[in-house]
């Protein structure tokens, strides 16, 4: 299995409070990914780094905001929880990908996230 | 733009009968395509991919899907269930570029599998 660890797994809060989700990751992949799970929708990406300080907005951005500041660690950040982001959040490494293969993503186990 | 779409939300077999799941797509550039499967609560495991190599592509646990072009398809299949298939699958397209983000997901197909 690839070096991936989400923190916290599961997460009660309340509306209005700051959250931030921590990916980790020990296979130093260049790229690294953000996605919400939901029923009905599959998954969503939200945001993804493509290196260091390096970040850019997924097809579900609005209210979260992200950090790269090493190889190893994406933080995903709500900066005011509301109820429509009570969800479950997969972080997910790629490394780099050529014309002929776009290398697989390999997923953490994901972060439950409840905002009451 | 790409796209792709899980034909089934909820396909149901008996242990030891044979499983497709299917999956269409479309892709205006030269697409990868992989299988993922996910059980209860854990992360998504890679169950196969395709790029532009063998169009007949194996993966774990006896899995495999052919790549049809002229179909937009990516069926998968497995000759004989077994319970511990028993998950929710996902079709996922990529772009095969140097683009990180391009990672369009179906909405998954629930595999019940009867005893």
């Known amino acids: 299995d690839a070096g991936i660890t989400q923190s916290p797994r599961h997460k009660v809060t309340e509306t209005g409070t700051p959250v931030t989700l921590r990916c980790h990751q020990t296979e130093n992949h260049r790229y690294m990914y953000w996605y919400r799970q939901d029923p009905g929708h599959g998954l969503r990406l939200i945001h993804y780094?493509?290196?260091?300080?390096?970040?850019d907005k997924g097809e579900v951005s609005d209210g979260y905001s992200v950090s790269r500041s090493k190889t190893e660690d994406f933080l995903l950040t709500l900066e005011s929880a509301t109820s429509s982001q009570t969800s479950v959040y997969f972080c997910?490494?790629?490394?780099?990908?050529?014309?002929?293969?776009?290398?697989?993503?390999?997923f953490g186990e994901g972060s439950r996230l409840t905002v009451l | 733009a790409q796209s792709v779409t899980q034909l089934d939300s909820h396909v149901s077999v008996s242990e030891g009968t044979p499983v497709l799941l299917r999956c269409n797509y479309s892709?205006?550039?030269?697409?990868?395509l992989f299988w993922y499967v996910q059980h209860p609560n854990k992360g998504l495991q890679l169950l196969l991919k395709?790029?532009?190599?063998?169009?007949l592509v194996k993966g774990i646990n006896g899995f495999e899907a052919e790549f049809k072009k002229s179909e937009t398809s990516f069926h998968l299949t497995k000759p004989s269930a077994h319970m511990s298939d028993a998950a929710e699958y996902f079709c996922?397209?990529?772009?095969?570029?140097?683009?990180?983000?391009?990672?369009?997901f179906g909405d998954g197909t629930t595999l019940t599998v009867k005893p």
């Open positions: 780094s493509y290196g260091v300080k390096d970040t």
């Open positions: 395709y790029t532009s190599a063998a169009t």
């Open positions: 997910a490494i790629s490394e780099l990908q050529d014309r002929e293969d776009a290398g697989e993503l390999f």
């Open positions: 892709s205006s550039y030269s697409p990868s």
């Open positions: 996922v397209v990529r772009r095969a570029s140097t683009n990180a983000g391009k990672s369009t």
